[in-house]
């Protein structure tokens, strides 16, 4: 006799459609028993739910869901195996799918309501939600945007929204949608002007505001300055988020109907607080601040240290090449005329662009901090100075240096991402400079304390006038890190590059060690035909980075990455070994090479294909002098090839495959950041393994989810349960987005006997079988004593994993088993809840041994 199915919780977003599951791990329940004493933990990845979402299609209505990383036990040749699934329309079974996670049901309607089940050993062991098909392809999420505002100049903005992220930030196995609103007058670093404020709004999938937190005035508005990673960083099963912050950064958080519930500032250090800093304070500069600015700079010009200690000119004309003329220290009155000087003849000689009279808009004084936010609501749990401060205007950092005079740019590059650095828990990573001075501070989070883990600054880059010099490519004053200097880009990654279970960071043309060692920094001959030829110089700054397994026939991963230095930097584009830095194939361009992608866009060429100045093959043969865009890329097809997204500006979104031309036009929409061209996400947040295009409508009055309808054969789990894919999901919105790409080899020739089987602790699935069990004892599988004591075991376990005990969450979990096996009455726990609750504990135990690693 066939177990009846078990009447679990089931979980739904609501009004938006998007029914999701609580679902389980999965291990053959003859897996699970007595064993030795758990363990620490494998690496930390998101508890999902079965990501069930159905969607109208002219042939049909289509269906795909999650298969879960522990739910993979081995592998065929077309996909993973492990759990399979059962059917089911309006609670009658339409069919087992074993090859795949999707299926097409020709025959149903707009009001069916779907469910799948998962299969373990021919038993039904879960059910997911019910979903009602979308009405097509793409579901909208409705938005609130804020108000329209008038900058200190008189100039009115309004907000669109711009990148966006997700976390589960309550616990329930649903991704919620965090996004970033922009002003249409944000800035590059380097454009004068006032902006608006930065907005940065959690929604649920159904379109309620959980909270809106406004960076306030003394954050600048661009790609540059506000990344937001969000990710589960304590472990406790919620994601937090962490943003740069300052003064007037004001958190809300809102009720169910929309209402305000909470407001506040984020809290101001005490230090700050004595030297008389407030929430209230307004730190943007007027043309007349700069200017008082600048004479302030220069009244104080023989005691700033560079000076006094030789290594820049005595006085400022020595350093504007003008005969002396004036007393040091300088008047009042000699540091305005040397102002003047400065501002309408001196900067102007050295660029025609160069108009500091109208140098407005920009924060380069007050406090800078680092804020953990909790998800959900948008509290603050803890607000640290942001490592390292500013120091000053960008004057250090080489911003007066070059012909073009940018004050506050240099100074203010930011990056940000999420790395498994010691192969376990998630840690956060924030940066500042990249062309000059290039440091990165790393933090864990336990709930309570931000706590440094490694910090790296290559120190200050010589030079000897900051008012003409070229300070780019010069190696910074720390010996250890001194040529980390000029390599960074727009973004960073987070990958095992070499090996050993923990995650570097590649910073561009260098990489760091999961410890902030120097892993290497790469430098090659600069050729005939450059500005120096047969000198060695540095691979140096680029605006495109992808890390990945890019050629299988190779050990290890590829880096493929653009180069902008042009006539002085070695590389127009190169592929590099990721573990060595060692350029495998290249091209000298002599220009800034500026775009650039990867993608198995060929199924016919073996390996993942590279694109800059036409397309190569994984090992650098020339495929064609054209290629496709470089934009963004999509994992979409069913074939497992790429795709990319197209259209910049107000031009239509579209995603086209280079073989089969056009595969969607998201009328309706558009993408962000300018030319760059970039929707909102591009991650695998629903459904299969296939990625999901993410972009605002045209009046950013939602976010539209577009899913791929496309049936495919292939089986592989969530991407979200790769830890490099989830670290660059989580790093996607910084700078320049790039795409997110897995540990593994990904593309339509892969061999998924190669994919790792990976035991991962996903801390919600203890809150899973909790309500498992409260689900099995209303409907009476799990009564009489055994049923509170097996509830007080798994609340216990709930505890420990609340408190950062995930090891001692492991030993309960195994009492929990054991204490299960014991019991034999089947009028005390049922057939089907000894099944259930022994399949979801057996797979948490897995996160608990060594094997999967």
């Known amino acids: 006799m066939n177990p009846r199915i078990l009447p679990l919780r089931l979980l739904s977003v609501g009004a938006a459609g998007l029914a999701l599951t609580l679902s389980c791990l999965a291990a053959p329940a003859s897996a699970v028993g007595p064993s030795p004493k758990p363990g620490n933990p494998g690496i930390q990845l998101d508890h999902l739910d079965r990501g069930l979402v159905a969607a109208a299609t002219s042939e049909g209505v289509f269906l795909s869901w999650r298969l879960l990383g522990n739910e993979a036990t081995g592998s065929s040749p077309t996909g993973l195996t492990g759990t399979d699934f059962n059917v089911y329309r309006d609670?009658?079974?339409?069919?087992?799918?074993?090859?795949?996670?999707?299926?097409?049901?020709?025959?149903?309607?707009?009001?069916?309501?779907?469910?799948?089940?998962?299969?373990?050993?021919?038993?039904?062991?879960?059910?997911?939600a019910g979903a009602?098909?979308?009405?097509?392809n793409f579901k909208d999420i409705p938005l609130r945007k804020p108000a329209d505002g008038v900058t200190p100049a008189g100039q009115a903005f309004t907000y669109s929204a711009n990148d966006t992220s997700v976390g589960d930030v309550d616990g329930d196995g649903q991704y919620e949608f965090i996004v970033k609103w922009d002003p249409n007058n944000s800035k590059d670093v380097s454009q004068v002007g006032y902006t608006g404020n930065t907005y940065v709004d959690t929604y649920k999938a159904d379109g309620?505001?959980?909270?809106?937190?406004?960076?306030?005035?003394?954050?600048?508005?661009?790609?540059?300055?506000?990344?937001?990673?969000?990710?589960?960083?304590?472990?406790?099963?919620?994601?937090?988020?962490?943003?740069?912050?300052?003064?007037?950064?004001?958190?809300?958080?809102?009720?169910?109907?929309?209402?305000?519930?909470?407001?506040?500032?984020i809290s101001l250090l005490q230090s700050d607080i004595d030297a008389g800093y407030s929430n209230t304070d307004d730190y943007r500069m007027s043309a007349a601040d700069y200017y008082q600015h600048m004479v302030k700079t220069f009244r104080g010009w023989t005691e700033h240290p560079e000076?006094?200690?030789?290594?820049?000119?005595?006085?400022?004309?020595?350093?504007?090449?003008?005969?002396?003329?004036?007393?040091?220290?300088?008047?009042?009155?000699?540091?305005?005329?040397?102002?003047?000087?400065?501002?309408?003849?001196?900067?102007?000689?050295?660029?025609?662009?160069?108009?500091?009279?109208?140098?407005?808009?920009?924060?380069?004084?007050?406090?800078?901090?680092?804020?953990?936010?909790?998800?959900?609501?948008?509290?603050?749990?803890?607000?640290?100075?942001?490592?390292?401060?500013?120091?000053?205007?960008?004057l250090?950092?080489?911003?007066?240096?070059?012909?073009?005079?940018?004050?506050?740019?240099?100074?203010?590059?930011?990056?940000?991402?999420?790395?498994?650095?010691?192969?376990?828990?998630?840690?956060?990573?924030?940066?500042?400079?990249?062309?000059?001075?290039?440091?990165?501070?790393?933090?864990?989070?336990?709930?309570?304390?931000?706590?440094?883990?490694?910090?790296?600054?290559?120190?200050?880059?010589?030079?000897?006038?900051?008012?003409?010099?070229?300070?780019?490519?010069?190696?910074?004053?720390?010996?250890?890190?001194?040529?980390?200097?000029?390599?960074?880009?727009?973004?960073l990654s987070a990958s095992d590059v070499d090996g050993d279970g923990k995650q570097e960071i590649v910073y561009g043309s260098a990489t760091l060690d999961d410890d902030g060692s120097v892993l290497y920094t790469s430098f090659d001959t600069?050729?005939?035909?450059?500005?120096?030829?047969?000198?060695?110089?540095?691979?140096?700054?680029?605006?495109?980075?992808?890390?990945?397994?890019?050629?299988?026939?190779?050990?290890?991963?590829?880096?493929?990455?653009?180069?902008e230095g042009a006539a002085y930097a070695p590389y127009g584009y190169a592929m590099r070994d990721a573990a060595t830095g060692e350029v495998l194939f290249g091209a000298y361009s002599g220009k800034d090479t500026g775009r650039g992608m990867i993608g198995d866009v060929d199924p016919e060429v073996p390996g993942i294909e590279n694109w800059a100045i036409g397309m190569q093959s994984a090992d650098g043969r020339k495929l064609s002098s054209s290629a496709p865009g470089t934009n963004m890329s999509i994992k979409w097809a069913a074939d497992m090839t790429t795709q990319i997204i197209n259209g910049s500006g107000d031009q239509t979104p579209t995603i086209d495959d280079w073989k089969r031309g056009r595969l969607l036009t998201a009328d309706g929409t558009r993408t962000n950041?300018?030319?760059?061209?970039?929707?909102?996400?591009?991650?695998?947040?629903?459904?299969?393994?296939?990625e999901e295009m993410v972009v605002r409508t045209a009046d950013s009055s939602a976010l539209r989810i577009y899913l791929s309808t496309e049936v495919t054969n292939h089986k592989l789990y969530t991407l979200m349960h790769d830890p490099q894919y989830r670290a660059e999901v989580a790093r996607q919105n910084t700078a320049y987005n790039q795409p997110a790409y897995t540990d593994f080899y990904f593309a339509s020739d892969m061999k998924f006997g190669s994919v790792p089987l990976r035991a991962a602790w996903l801390p919600g699935s203890i809150?899973?079988?909790?309500?498992?069990?409260?689900?099995?004892?209303?409907?009476?599988?799990?009564?009489?004593?055994?049923a509170s004591q097996l509830a007080a075991s798994i609340q216990q376990a709930a505890k420990v994993v609340q408190d950062g005990d995930t090891a001692k969450a492991g030993q309960v979990v195994q009492r929990f088993v054991d204490f299960l096996a014991q019991q034999k009455k089947p009028d005390a726990v049922s057939s089907t809840a000894r099944v259930a609750l022994e399949y979801n504990a057996g797979n948490i135990l897995r996160a608990f041994s060594n094997s999967g690693q």
């Open 767 to 786: 809150k899973a079988l909790q309500d498992i069990l409260t689900d099995l004892r209303d409907s009476g599988d799990v009564s009489g004593p055994v």
């Open 673 to 690: 950041n300018s030319t760059k061209g970039t929707p909102g996400l591009v991650a695998d947040i629903l459904g299969d393994w296939r």
């Open 208 to 265: 309620t505001l959980l909270s809106r937190i406004d960076l306030g005035v003394n954050i600048r508005s661009g790609a540059h300055y506000t990344q937001m990673l969000v990710n589960d960083f304590d472990g406790d099963g919620r994601a937090e988020m962490m943003m740069k912050t300052a003064p007037g950064t004001k958190s809300t958080s809102f009720n169910a109907d929309g209402s305000i519930a909470a407001s506040s500032f």
């Open 91 to 128: 609670g009658q079974k339409l069919a087992t799918v074993t090859d795949s996670t999707n299926f097409l049901d020709r025959v149903g309607t707009a009001g069916s309501v779907y469910q799948v089940r998962a299969v373990v050993a021919g038993v039904e062991v879960d059910r997911s």
């Open 307 to 394: 000076v006094k200690a030789g290594r820049w000119p005595a006085t400022l004309e020595e350093a504007f090449g003008i005969a002396p003329q004036y007393k040091y220290p300088l008047s009042q009155a000699d540091a305005e005329k040397l102002t003047d000087y400065f501002m309408d003849v001196y900067a102007p000689s050295r660029s025609a662009r160069n108009n500091l009279r109208a140098f407005e808009g920009f924060i380069v004084s007050g406090p800078e901090y680092l804020t953990v936010f909790e998800g959900a609501t948008g509290k603050e749990l803890k607000t640290v100075a942001y490592t390292p401060g500013r120091t000053d205007d960008g």
């Open 526 to 563: 600069l050729p005939v035909g450059s500005a120096a030829p047969g000198e060695e110089a540095r691979l140096g700054h680029g605006d495109a980075m992808h890390v990945a397994d890019i050629d299988p026939n190779r050990p290890g991963k590829e880096i493929f990455t653009v180069h």
């Open 132 to 136: 009602t098909p979308w009405g097509s």
């Open 396 to 491: 250090m950092w080489g911003d007066y240096a070059m012909a073009r005079i940018e004050p506050g740019n240099r100074v203010d590059r930011f990056l940000a991402g999420v790395a498994y650095l010691d192969g376990r828990k998630p840690a956060a990573v924030f940066a500042r400079g990249y062309y000059t001075r290039t440091t990165l501070a790393t933090y864990t989070w336990d709930g309570t304390n931000l706590s440094p883990v490694w910090n790296v600054d290559s120190g200050w880059t010589p030079m000897s006038n900051p008012f003409n010099d070229s300070p780019h490519g010069r190696d910074g004053t720390d010996p250890t890190y001194g040529k980390l200097t000029t390599q960074g880009f727009h973004s």
